[in-house]
């Protein structure tokens, strides 16, 4: 059973302050991605990782980065926070090897609601 | 890029009715389209999902449906039951694209 989990559920922090979100994966999948979650706007990509220290910009990458040192773990780093960025971040990860690495099947990590004051 | 519209964006039903989300897409090079229910509270899970070169698929109560020359695929529940009350997702991938439409709040009455 694939088991995604994430560093928090909840998470308050003030504008400008740096925030890192760790997500990490036990069924040694290649691809791992952290979206975010807004009411009306669904789920948008912010960056993809199809292998350690590789990463791919997603639809909303701006005032984000991202750290893959190891396979298991995928970090989302938000820089200097804003209250823009107050979301529910959710992580996925998927097995990878394909040529089409978006289709593979993905699993949800329960997510992190950041609440930035 | 790809730009998945879905509708309806809430849908109401009682118990045993069927309930049918819509979804289109732009990208006619996407050749994959999931569905992710999401319970509240709770994480995206997959339900079902369907390639480009299949025209339908069914898993019990849900089926999938995709017409490719209109760019559009739609997701069956039947006999709804309370427990498919949930916010429903779909996407549509390419290679290089992963969009996914703004989901539908199903709620299925007793």
Known sequence: DVKVTQSSRYLVKRTGEKVFLECVQDMDHENMFW?????GLGLRLIYFSYDVKMKEKGDIPEGYSV???KKERFSLILESASTNQTSM???????GGSSQPYTDTQYFGPGTRLTVL | GENVEQHPSTLSVQEGDSAV?????????SNYFPWYKQELGKRPQLIIDIRSNVGEKKDQRIAVTLNKTAKHFSLHITETQPEDSAVYFCAAIGYS?????????LLVSP
């Open chain 1, 35 to 39: 979206y975010r979650q807004d009411p």
């Open chain 1, 67 to 69: 750290s893959r040192e």
């Open chain 1, 89 to 95: 971040y959710l992580c996925a990860s998927s097995f």
């Open chain 2, 21 to 29: 989300i819509k979804c289109t897409y732009s990208d006619s090079a």
């Open chain 2, 97 to 105: 694209t992963l969009t996914f439409g703004k989901g539908t709040m």
